[in-house]
């Protein structure tokens, strides 16, 4: 069976090359050709010799996912589709910046969380992702790019739970912020969790990335109604764990609110809201509901969306609106199924490298009747 190197550490790689009668700092050598060179096949490692080269062709994983399709946003946003090597697909997010790129790349094939509005949780859990599937979605996107030095950030929220394949997910964070990986700097790096208590404690001692909590609601039945999970680690849990998550200077814990029309979006939810978070070093980003995320539901007026940020910004708490990218090609917050599927159409899928999708009239009018169109709330979470 071949090694996956790009799923071991620095120290696992260097036994690797030494399992296999080579030198220490060949597997080094390898390590920078993976993840900083992002080399796409032994071919291109020259400074290794032919039959190191071989070996390595022979003994280790290079490609771990292949991609199936990509569609591109009239924003600009790429969403790919890759297939893994048992044939279960996943999705990575590419979106633009003024300044920079962000990618949310997922960390399990599906989800097993059950959350009512998300779209990915209604196909159910397929299995989690390895430690290199979640690399090589970076590497693969980065290797596409003409600059690659433009992508600088990394959020964790395409498919799947993160914190449920929690040590697949902190051994992908080694690689990706290791100074002698993939280099990126740990202050771009967000991980975001619908509230998974004990790991969220573990990753305060584990790993210095942003955090930020799917809340959703600030009473404990209409968050159980919205979101399982929350019968396991009711509201207290876990605003206790964030109160006591490691931050440092200048860091805030970002809270994503969906609003959602009649469900908790009201006055009272605002105020409620202010106090479960009182004293927390918080920012809110507050995400209308995207269409097609929830069948049964639908994305409050602009007006109450806007007097709910009021509410908290009288109340002294930084809260931005979400203003989406990529919803006409069902890349924005919730919508990920690993299926093209666009206007309840499901897309056919046969290798194309790149299909630019157009927006179903009725995406194109709720966006411009909620003013969504021009940029995404992950910039605000990654800066």
């Given amino acids: 069976m071949k090694t996956d190197l790009k799923g071991l550490n620095a120290l696992e790689t260097e036994q690797w090359a030494v399992d296999k009668g080579l030198e220490p700092y060949r597997g080094r050598q ?23 080269r071989a070996l390595v062709m022979e003994k280790a994983l290079i490609a771990p996912i292949e991609e199936v399709k990509t569609l ?60 290199s599937e979640i690399v090589e979605q970076v590497i693969y996107v980065k290797r596409s790019l003409s600059d690659p030095e433009r992508l600088t950030n990394i959020v964790f929220m395409g498919m799947g739970e993160p914190l449920a394949n929690y040590d697949a997910v902190v051994r992908a964070l080694g690689n990706l912020i290791a100074a002698d990986g993939m280099n990126f700097s740990h202050r771009k790096v967000t991980l975001s969790t619908c509230g998974l208590v004990p790991e969220i404690e573990k990753l305060g001692r584990d790993t210095t990335v942003n955090l930020a909590v799917s809340l959703n609601a600030a009473d404990d039945e209409t968050r159980s109604s919205l979101m399982p999970v929350n019968r396991r680690y ?23 609110y969906i609003l959602i029309d009649g469900i908790n979006d009201r006055e009272e939810d605002a105020r409620r809201l202010t106090g479960v978070l009182s004293g927390l070093r918080a920012k809110i980003n507050l995400i209308p509901l995207n269409a097609a995320s929830g069948a049964e539901m639908s994305p409050p007026p602009m ?7 009021e509410i908290l910004a009288d109340r002294h708490f930084t809260a931005m609106i979400r203003k989406s990218k990529g919803r006409d090609i069902l890349a924005a917050c919730g919508q990920l199924t690993g299926t093209y599927e666009v206007g309840g159409r499901r897309s056919e899928v046969r290798g194309q490298p790149c299909l630019a999708a157009k927006a179903p009239s009725s995406i194109n009018q709720e966006t411009k009747l909620l003013g969504l169109r021009s940029s995404s709330f992950i910039q605000e979470l990654s800066r």
């Fill in 30 to 52: 390898i390590r920078h050709w993976l993840l900083n060179r992002l080399a796409r096949s032994c071919d291109e490692m020259q400074n290794l010799p032919k039959d190191i």
């Fill in 72 to 131: 591109i946003s009239e924003d600009g946003t790429r969403k790919y589709l890759f297939r893994l090597h048992d044939g279960h697909l996943i999705e990575s997010v590419l979106i633009p910046e003024r300044d920079h790129l962000t990618i949310c790349i997922s960390s399990q094939a599906g989800c097993a969380m059950g959350c009512r509005f998300c779209l990915t949780g209604k196909g159910g859990f397929k299995r989690n992702l390895t430690p």
């Fill in 234 to 256: 009711p509201l207290s849990r876990l605003i206790q764990a964030c109160r006591e998550f490691p931050l440092p200077n200048r860091r805030m814990i970002t809270f994503e």
């Fill in 303 to 309: 007006e109450r969306i806007l007097q709910f940020q």
